[in-house]
């Protein structure tokens, strides 16, 4: 615990509460325990050190420069590393079943990284668990939020159970399906506007060959762009990747068309036939495995007074195709580490986060759109950010 950021004006800021210890909750909780705040987590899943509990969304994801300034912040990059393949460039691959390299930098160490999610969340979270001033509480879905009443109601759900804790102050890290987004709008105290694609997508395994070997250059992140769809693929440390597809939901090259096991092999081998040959459980994994939705949130105003405010996905979910949904949720917790120095409110604090993000983070919005709409192969790439190098081997 060395390089620890010196308390500044936090007297009156007192203990406050986070929602959601997914990705930007879990890295929130720790850089505020690093300051010395007294932090109350709830998590709707189970406690990822007991279980393997993710499953089916998004298994992994390029860190860029963003998120690693980030976590550098919070002093985590040590434990990080490990988990990191470093991508030099995106590996398009043609019908014919040819590939070329795009490099994302023009200088060798200018990579983005593949991080699987489950294992980045757990070290965030053992990370924050090391601090006494931090308690963590699993099984418990915030349900609703009052901020009239000054209360949060929670479902315990290993109980089943309802119970009620105070409100102010909370910081609601829960994801893009927000409880708490929900429950204000349902007041009347937000408003929000989901915009669904019409592409969903769906998450496929090309395993490791014997000896743990990558079938694919480990170094790359691989995208097979077809124009109206695509498949990617991510290395995973342990020699598999994870590919994900994007498919419009309904209409000629679909979801609603991939409808059996004949039909998905079909389509593999007519459109991915260098990938399908590479992926063994491909019918099986395709009819078992979720079909997740794509969208953009938007939410006015991201806070109410210092009762409540909203951070990552839960304020600003985007689209998958700049890879930089993560990457900017962490970068609003080290925004908001950073405005703790100048306020000694939360009302204050919360106002100036959001004026701040606001501009940034409804850019990366339509920039991640504008790839959806117009390109054939996306980016994935750091965006006006320069890629890192690597700095921790
Ligand atoms: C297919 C796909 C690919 C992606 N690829 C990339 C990528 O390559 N790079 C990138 O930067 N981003 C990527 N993203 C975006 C990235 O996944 C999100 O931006 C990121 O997870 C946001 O972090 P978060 O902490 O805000 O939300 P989440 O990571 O979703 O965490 C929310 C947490 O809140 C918990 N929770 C939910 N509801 C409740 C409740 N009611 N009570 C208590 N807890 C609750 C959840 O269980 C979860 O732990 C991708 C997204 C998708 C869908």
């Known amino acids: 615990m060395s390089n620890m950021p010196q308390p500044?004006?936090?007297?009156?800021?007192?203990?406050?509460?986070?929602?959601?210890?997914?990705?930007?909750?879990?890295?929130?909780?720790?850089?505020?325990?690093?300051?010395?705040?007294?932090?109350?987590?709830?998590e709707r899943r189970a406690d990822p050190r007991e279980s393997n509990a993710e499953g089916g969304r998004s298994i992994n994801l390029a860190l860029a420069a963003r998120g690693i300034r980030a976590l550098e912040r919070a002093g985590v990059m040590e434990r990080i590393a490990p988990l990191l393949i470093p991508m030099r460039g995106r590996m398009v691959h043609d019908v014919s079943g040819s590939a070329s390299l795009?490099?994302?930098?023009?200088?060798?160490?200018?990579?983005?990284?593949?991080?699987?999610?489950?294992?980045?969340?757990?070290?965030?979270?053992?990370?924050?668990?090391?601090?006494?001033?931090?308690?963590?509480?699993?099984?418990?879905?915030?349900?609703?939020?009052?901020?009239?009443?000054?209360?949060?109601?929670f479902q315990d759900r290993k109980r089943k159970t309802e119970f009620e804790a105070p409100l102010a102050p909370t910081i609601a890290t829960d994801g893009a399906g927000s409880a708490v987004r929900a429950s204000l709008a349902k007041a009347h105290r937000v408003t929000v506007r989901e915009d669904w694609l019409h592409h969903d997508y769906k998450e496929l395994t090309i395993p490791a060959a014997p000896g743990g070997r990558h079938v694919l250059d480990a170094n790359s992140l691989h995208i097979w762009p077809r124009g109206g769809f695509m498949l990617i693929a991510l290395p995973n440390t342990g020699g598999s990747f994870t590919a994900t597809l994007f498919l419009a939901r309904t209409g000629p090259n679909s979801f609603a068309q991939l409808n059996s096991s004949v039909a998905v092999s079909e389509f593999f081998r007519r459109e991915f036939a260098d990938a399908a040959r590479l992926m063994p459980c491909l019918e099986k994994e395709f009819a078992a495995h979720p079909q997740g939705q794509l969208g953009t949130v938007h939410v006015t105003p991201w806070h109410v007074g210092g009762s409540v405010l909203m951070l990552g996905d839960a304020a600003h979910a985007i689209v998958p195709f700049h890879g930089q949904g993560m990457n900017a949720a962490f970068e609003d917790c080290s925004v908001l580490d950073e405005l703790l120095a100048r306020h000694d409110d939360w009302e204050a604090l919360f106002a100036e986060f959001a004026r701040t993000r606001g501009p940034d983070t409804a850019a990366i919005a339509q920039m991640a759109l504008e790839t959806t709409l117009r390109c054939a192969t996306p980016c994935w790439t750091p965006a006006s950010s320069a890629a890192r190098p690597w700095p921790w081997s």
């Open 8 to 42: 500044a004006r936090l007297a009156n800021l007192g203990p406050l509460n986070i929602i959601g210890a997914g990705l930007a909750g879990a890295l929130l909780a720790l850089l505020l325990a690093r300051r010395g705040f007294k932090v109350t987590l709830y």
């Open 102 to 153: 795009q490099s994302y930098g023009q200088r060798e160490h200018e990579v983005i990284y593949s991080v699987g999610r489950a294992a980045l969340n757990r070290v965030l979270i053992e990370e924050a668990a090391r601090y006494d001033n931090v308690e963590m509480h699993f099984d418990q879905a915030c349900v609703a939020v009052s901020p009239e009443q000054n209360l949060l109601r």
